[in-house]
């Protein structure tokens, strides 16, 4: 058996957040690139005001997930971070708190293994622009 580990990373431009970009193309190029036939693909956003996690990307749901993310955490009520700080973006590192900083996706067949209608997206929480970099580790068998 041929156990393979493949790293990657690429970065995604995003604006103020939240800010939703479908990344699935990404992982999908790598994990071809990787000789992986079967494991799993681990992702993870750099930086603690970005997450990731799966959605159906499509604007009517991505709407949605922004209005829950807001919710979860408004940008307009006082954090102890910003009497810190004083820059602004409280909410932001909430925000990505509790999305969460990863996902995991099985391969199988040298394709990730993901439903018809769901995609891995990387989200900015951050109170301004962001390039926001992504970490990639492709572990299998080939």
């Known amino acids: ?17 939240p800010d939703i970009a479908d990344i699935t193309a990404y992982l999908g190029r790598i ?3 990787s000789g992986v036939r079967d494991g799993s693909v681990h992702v993870s956003a750099i930086g603690s005001t970005g997450s990731l996690t799966t959605i ?8 949605d997930l922004k209005r829950a993310i807001r919710r979860l ?8 971070h910003e009497m810190t700080w004083h820059d602004g973006n409280g909410h932001s590192h909430v925000q990505a708190a509790l999305m969460g900083p990863s996902v995991v996706v099985a391969v199988r067949d040298g394709h990730l293994r993901l439903g018809t209608w769901q995609q891995v997206v990387l989200i900015n929480h951050d109170n301004r622009a962001r390039r926001r970099p992504v970490e990639v ?5 080939g």
């Open 31 to 33: 994990v071809a690139e």
């Open 1 to 17: 058996m041929n156990i393979i580990v493949h790293s990657d990373t690429f970065d995604i431009a995003l604006r103020v957040g």
């Open 56 to 63: 159906e990307y499509e604007t009517g749901a991505i709407e």
């Open 137 to 141: 580790t492709v572990i299998g068998n």
């Open 73 to 80: 955490a408004p940008p307009d009520i006082e954090y102890a």
